[in-house]
Every structure is written in C-alpha cells, then in structure tokens.
C-alpha cells in the first residue's frame, strides 16, 4: 500500500459564504425567453456588445464562472473564448452542490504535462499521453458549507495515489481564451516513483 500523502488545508471556509444563495460557478437554466427566440451571449457585459454565439430558451445546465461587477451579466464560455450573458434570463439549479458529491458533468485538466480526469461511477479516469487509469473508490470531501464548490479528492488503490484540492477561482487553461470558475492541484503517486504536482483547471458542465 502507498504511503498516504498529506492533503492540502484548503477547504476551510469564511462564515459570509453560508449565506450566499449561490456561490459561482455553478449551473444555471435559460428562463422567460420566448420559444423561437434565443438568449445572446455577448462579447463584453452589455446588451450592446457582439454577439458571439447564443443559448436556446430551454437550455439547461448553463455554467456560470463569474459575475461582471454589476451582478447582472454571468460569464459563460462560447466555444473557445468567453461570452457574457444577462442574469435576469437564468434561473440557477440547487442540485449542483450536493454534499460528498460531484457535478455529474465535473471534469478538470491542465498542461504542462497535459493531463485530465474524471470522476466516474464512483471511480476517477486519470489520462495522460501514453498513459491512461482507472482509480475505483473515489471519496470526495466538502466544507459542510451550504452549496460551497470547495471540493477535496482522494482515491487509492495498490499501485496508484491521487489527492486533489478544487476550490473556486478564475483559471485559464493556457491554450484557449476560455474562463474556468475551479483550479486544481492535483498530486499522483505510484509505486516506486515520487509524488508529481500538477495544477488546473476545471469545469462542471459537459
């Protein structure tokens, strides 16, 4: 069996977050447009911006990163670059954050290696080049604050260790102009080798 790993201390959490009705990101779905119409996504937040792609009027599961300094444009990814569009069309969802768990869309990657995982199944896929595992027994670990995206993840088996401390900040995944709302550190051991660091970013929506 591997040598356990200390986990990062970093799912502490100020008391102000408890009483936030949402804390970003988290998924949102499209309310009070028309049926044939679509909900613009804007280039910059304000209705008179380009318009760099669209949602649909019963789109659902919409990741919202970030909030313009207003409060009234959410940021979203369009493709591969970042797009804004207007709160007052998005409803958010109180089943994303549930306790001990994880977005069923939840997924996070980084470069330098490249590297990515998911959690799957109760089980995590970690995915390298050359190099791809599948880690069963995943546990995940919340703050105990309401609807906090703070997440910790920890799976071992006899050959592999993976600890990873997820908390809410903008990340950017260097090779897009895409904005994430979760960065991850991630630390992997195998047997006989040393522990590796990497850091990310991560999304929850597919």
Request: net charge negative; charged share 20%; glycine share 10%.
């Amino acid at each position: 069996m591997l040598k356990r790993l200390v986990v990062m201390a970093v799912l502490a959490a100020g008391p102000a977050a408890a009483t936030q009705e949402y804390i970003l990101p988290t998924l949102f779905d499209v309310q009070g447009v028309a049926a044939g119409d679509v909900l613009n996504i804007r280039a910059a937040p304000n209705a008179s911006a380009t318009i760099i792609g669209t949602l649909l009027p019963d789109a659902k599961g919409v990741e919202i990163t970030g909030h313009d300094p207003s409060g009234r444009w959410g940021q979203v990814n369009a493709g591969e670059q970042v797009g804004w569009v207007s709160m007052r069309f998005l409803n958010y969802r109180t089943d994303v954050w549930q306790p001990g768990k994880l977005p069923a869309g939840f997924s996070c990657g980084g470069t330098e290696p490249f590297w990515s995982f998911e959690v799957r199944d109760g089980g995590l896929i970690w995915d390298e080049p050359n190099h791809k595992i599948a880690l069963s027994g995943a546990v995940v670990l919340d703050t105990g604050v309401f609807r906090d995206p703070r997440r910790g993840i920890y799976v071992e088996d006899d050959h592999d260790l993976l600890t990873a401390a997820i908390t809410p900040a903008q990340c950017s995944d260097g090779m897009s102009d895409m904005a994430y709302g979760l960065q991850a550190t991630v630390i992997r051991q195998s047997r006989d080798a040393a522990p590796v660091m990497y850091s990310g970013c991560c999304r929850i929506a597919r």
